[in-house]
Each structure stands twice: as C-alpha cells, then as structure tokens.
C-alpha cells in the first residue's frame, strides 16, 4: 500500500512558476512508476507527466512539453513537477500517481496506475 500526498499548489501569475511535491509512504517506493495528472472544471482528468521507477524515463503530454518537468528522489520517496512558464490553461486541480513496475517506461494512462494522492489546486491568473 502506498499514500500519496501533493503539496505546492497555488495561486501564480500566467508567465510565472510553481513546484509541486508528492510525499509517499511505503519501502519501495523506488520500485514505482510514477505520474502527474490534472483535472480542469467540467474536464476529465488528463495525463501530464509520467516517470519510470529509475527516473530515466520521463514523458510529457504536448500541452506542457518544454515548460514542465517531472523528477524524482528515491532517498526522499518524492517526486516532483517543475511547471514554468505556466498558462490560464493550466489551471487545474494536479494529483500525483504511483504503480509497482520496474519496466523501461513510463505510464500515460489513468487505469494503468493504482494509487493516487488527493490532489492540490493550480489556479493561473491571467
């Protein structure tokens, strides 16, 4: 069993930056792939970033290509997202998700993953 907890969010400026943090629980959680998604009122959840259990493996959806970045730090059982230059289209409520696999890459859809945090808010003010 993993738990998962998100921290980071808030209010930004469009053009500006925030680092979100996910905190997990549990002994081998270096043995997870790992992912961000985020949900947008009256939206489905969407895939934003994923990472493979070694970290070097990362993907992005295009929206967020060359502005986001995911990392992770086995030691500290973290992993986090960069977001710059971020967008009103952004905003969004972002949750973390986690996986045991020791595959090659990284996830990109919901089912594929089984545990998630509770999420935290992204508001981008333009």
């Known amino acids: 069993q993993v738990q998962l907890v998100e921290s980071g969010g808030g209010l930004v400026q469009a053009g500006g930056s925030l680092r979100l943090s996910c905190a997990a629980s549990?002994?081998?959680?270096?043995?997870?792939?790992l992912g961000w998604f985020r949900q947008a009122p009256g939206k489905e959840r969407e895939f934003v970033a994923g990472?493979?259990?070694?970290?070097?493996?990362?993907g992005y959806a295009d929206s967020v290509k060359g502005r986001f970045a995911i990392s992770r730090n086995n030691a500290k059982n973290t992993v986090n997202l960069q977001m710059n230059s971020l967008k009103p289209e952004d905003t969004a409520v972002y949750y973390c998700?986690?996986?045991?696999?020791?595959?090659?890459?990284?996830?990109?859809?919901?089912?594929?993953?089984?545990?998630w945090g509770q999420g935290t808010q992204v508001t981008v003010s333009s």
């Open positions: 990472i493979n259990w070694t970290g070097y493996s990362t």
């Open positions: 549990g002994r081998t959680f270096g043995s997870y792939a």
């Open positions: 998700a986690a996986r045991p696999a020791r595959g090659s890459g990284y996830y990109s859809r919901e089912v594929d993953y089984d545990y």
